[in-house]
């Protein structure tokens, strides 16, 4: 097995690892985070239907370059968004990843623009 294969196999076990713990619900639905090395993603969906809520990405606000500084901007939109739809309360998803960096930024912008978690 080459080493880029065991990294994902160890990522792939981490993410089914906190899917098992998370699930979103209509009133707390679970915002997801997706992140590669060019963009960032983030969804908040409704496990029980299947239904993405609200979404954010570096990409569709046109941001070049995958930073701290683009993370919070994702974050910050992805709020508004949810406040649009009267979502005040998520479960944070940080599919596999630790919570620093980007991800950690995301969240916390996030949690600046009304989000509670």
Do not use: C, W
Not at 19 to 44: C, E, F, M, W
Not at 59 to 80: Q, T, Y
């Amino acid at each position: 097995m080459s080493k880029r294969a065991h990294k994902v196999d160890l990522l792939d076990r981490r993410k089914r690892r906190v899917r098992k713990k998370i699930s979103g619900t209509p009133d707390v639905p679970r915002l997801s985070v997706r992140r590669s090395n060019s963009h960032i993603y983030a969804q908040i969906i409704d496990d029980t239907t299947g239904v993405t809520l609200a979404a954010s990405s570096s990409v569709m606000l046109n941001i070049n370059g995958s930073n701290v500084e683009s993370a919070k901007k994702v974050g910050e939109a992805l709020a508004k968004a949810a406040q649009d739809k009267s979502i005040n309360s998520v479960r944070f998803d940080r599919g596999g990843r630790l919570f620093h960096g980007r991800v950690k930024a995301l969240a916390d912008s996030a949690r600046d623009g009304g989000l509670q978690f």
